[in-house]
């Protein structure tokens, strides 16, 4: 059965980095993209970008570049997600998720069929 | 202020019927396929509906999608305790080139 399992919970200064890890198991890790969403504290599923787990090639959604760094260890079946300059309004859950669809002829079939558990981070002096 | 617009709650009895709407655009639910999420308190979202209307497996029959034109539709029937969540529905944006989601219902079984 498929699994995301994501790393431990994070307590970080304001201006450090973090480096949260989702490990894949129970399918072929390059065959579905990676996508990763941000949950603030009481707040909706925001949708952070993804990452082509074939060719590395990261796609950042408007509002996460710069400071949000996607990457792979396929050896290892895992994806990263990388915070630098951590802000306290960068606190949250964030999730990992598979995307299984696809698009054509301009249609999308994209869903998040799988999901990690959660990793939260929290940023305070 | 999401894309897609969700009802912030909604309530009803153990046994009764709730639907929960998803309004959106032409760019997203207008053209593209609608997933519907469940996120159980403390814990990560769950696919519940994906393709507009279909169920993963292991999801009951209860629960079931629609769509017609910029707006999608959750129904759920015979509520139970347990299915005091919070309901996303979520799409892809043909013009943002973005995954979108709705801001969320909170379902109360009274």
């Known amino acids: 059965q498929v699994h995301l399992v994501q790393s431990e919970s994070e307590l970080k200064k304001p201006g450090a980095s973090v480096k949260v890890s989702c490990k894949a198991s129970g399918y072929t890790f390059t065959s579905y993209a990676l996508n990763w969403v941000r949950q603030a504290p009481g707040e909706g599923l925001e949708w952070m970008g993804w990452?082509?787990?074939?060719?590395?090639?990261?796609t950042p959604a408007q509002g996460f570049t710069g400071r949000f760094v996607f990457s792979l260890d396929t050896s290892v079946s895992t994806a990263y997600l990388q915070i630098s300059s951590l802000k306290a309004e960068d606190t949250a859950v964030y999730y990992c998720?598979?995307?299984?669809?696809?698009?054509?002829?301009?249609?999308?079939?994209?869903?998040?069929?799988?999901w990690g558990q959660g990793t939260l981070v929290t940023v305070s002096s | 202020q999401s894309v897609l617009t969700q009802p912030p709650s909604v309530s009803a009895a153990p046994g009764q019927k709730v639907t929960i709407s998803c309004s959106g655009s032409s760019s997203n639910i207008g053209n593209n396929y609608v997933s519907w999420y469940q996120q159980l308190p403390g814990t990560a979202p769950k696919l519940l509906i994906y393709d507009n209307n279909k169920r993963p497996s292991g999801i009951p029959d209860r629960f079931s999608g629609s769509k017609s034109g910029t707006s999608a539709t959750l129904g759920i029937t015979g509520l139970q305790t347990g299915d005091e969540a919070d309901y996303y529905c979520?799409?892809?944006?043909?013009?943002?080139?973005?995954?979108?989601f709705g801001g969320g219902t909170k379902l109360t079984v009274l």
């Open positions: 998720a598979r995307r299984s669809g696809y698009c054509t002829t301009g249609v999308c079939q994209k869903t998040f069929d799988y």
């Open positions: 990452i082509n787990t074939n060719t590395g090639i990261p």
């Open positions: 979520g799409t892809w944006d043909s013009s943002l080139s973005a995954q979108v």
